[in-house]
């Protein structure tokens, strides 16, 4: 059990909110929210007066899960939980079971076509609840769109060269980062579009040498990841802009850069065939990931921080256990090579995009592909899930996105 940050919980869409009423004479529990992915419950309660908050991560949790051994578990962990809340805790977990049982055997059919920028697309992300999304573009722009209407409702312009990286800090969705061949990043307003800082480096000591290709946001958003075809991966502190550390290893560009759910590891992906674990507190490689043939071209965890995924030029993807670091499943039937790779929030399936024109849907355990996303008239470099897992994004060089649901 750890401490939490209360606005990483807040009220956002995918958490439940029930009240308990006192729970304690000197600690008083006033309502639980539900996190749905990964899956946990927050404890809201009053001591002296002030509103505090717990968290109990639930990440062992599976919809074959044992509940009353659970509840009891929690109960000697946690004494805001007493015997009297134990039926009302054994709902709340099976309605986070429910939640990892959804979308299991949900086929995706095509909502919505945009054709986003004049020059060609380079990636595109959603928010949180997949209300709106982002593109990156040759045009040295990144858009944000209206998923719903297709409306553009801003351009982020300021960058020097191509917009290559992309990414929102969810679940808060109200920042975007944007990393470019102009070799910084940028992070902007999703309200009003505005710059708040450029990632930049004034000596070879700070920033990078060569164009940033990988961003991404930490689950609290404090901080931010990049990686380049320098070699090398920098870690900011996204409120000043300050450079925390630089993980140096890799022996060719790097392809993806991101933090576990917890942010105690850190993956990247690079084109000399390999990915790297890193000790997120002091920036020391613990291992590193080997089988594929040709350059790794992305790479992810899954929400609870156990699975690792890779996509490779070889065509294929692989499924690692983090804990053991050992292969676990092989994901073969593109034709073409898999630019990207990402898990469903529930972490039973996963989506690969191709150059063979291609996205797959595939079951994480077995490696069985569950689905083929055909349309796009040129190959796709961009993929993802909405939080809830129910919508799906992807990029194409055929210069659109499509929406399936």
Not at 338 to 360: E, H, V
Request: glycine share 8%; with cysteine; aromatic share 8%.
């Amino acid at each position: 059990m750890r401490a939490a940050a209360p606005p990483l919980f807040g009220r956002f869409h995918g958490y439940e909110s029930v009240d308990l009423g006192s729970a304690q004479e000197k600690m008083k529990l006033k309502s639980l929210l539900l996190r749905y992915y990964p899956p946990g419950i927050m404890l809201e309660y009053e001591t002296s007066g002030e509103l505090k908050t717990k968290c109990i991560d639930l990440l062992n949790l599976s919809p074959s899960s044992d509940v009353n051994a659970l509840v009891e578990e929690i109960q000697k962990a946690e004494p805001l939980i007493t015997a009297s809340r134990s039926d009302q805790v054994k709902l709340l977990l099976q309605r986070l079971q429910e939640k990892l049982r959804q979308h299991s055997n949900h086929k995706f059919y095509l909502f919505k076509v945009l054709r986003a920028h004049i020059l060609p697309l380079t990636n595109v992300a959603l928010n949180k609840s997949g209300s709106c999304f982002i593109t990156g573009s040759y045009d040295r722009t990144c858009k944000l769109w209206d998923t719903a209407s297709g409306e553009e409702l801003h351009t982020l312009e300021g960058h020097r060269n191509v917009v290559y990286a992309i990414a929102f800090n969810n679940p808060y969705g109200d920042k975007i980062a944007t990393g470019s061949f102009d070799k910084t990043c940028k992070l902007w307003s999703v309200e009003t579009g505005k710059c708040y800082h450029t990632f930049r480096g004034h000596t070879a000591e700070i920033g990078h040498l060569a164009e940033i290709i990988s961003l991404s946001f930490n689950t609290s958003g404090s901080r931010i990841i990049t990686g380049s075809f320098d070699h090398t991966v920098a870690v900011w502190e996204a409120e000043t802009g300050r450079k925390v550390y630089t993980l140096i290893g890799h022996y060719a560009e790097i392809s993806s850069a991101l933090f576990s759910w917890d942010c105690s590891l850190i993956l990247t992906g690079s084109m000399d065939k390999t990915c790297m674990l890193w000790d997120a507190a002091n920036g020391k490689c613990v291992a590193t990931l080997t089988g594929h043939d040709d350059e790794i071209l992305d790479s992810c965890f899954d929400y609870t921080g156990k699975l690792i995924a890779t996509a490779s030029a070889d065509g294929t993807a692989r499924v690692f256990s983090a804990a053991t670091r050992k292969c676990i499943t092989k994901l073969e039937g593109h034709e073409g090579e898999i630019s990207k790779i990402s898990f469903n929030p529930q972490g039973n399936c996963l989506l690969t995009g191709s150059a063979d024109k291609t996205a797959r849907i595939w079951d994480a355990q077995t490696g069985q592909c569950l689905q083929v996303l055909e349309g796009h008239t040129d190959e796709i470099f961009s993929c993802a899930f909405n939080y809830e897992g129910n919508i799906i994004i992807t990029g194409s060089k055929d210069n659109t996105c499509r929406i399936w649901r």
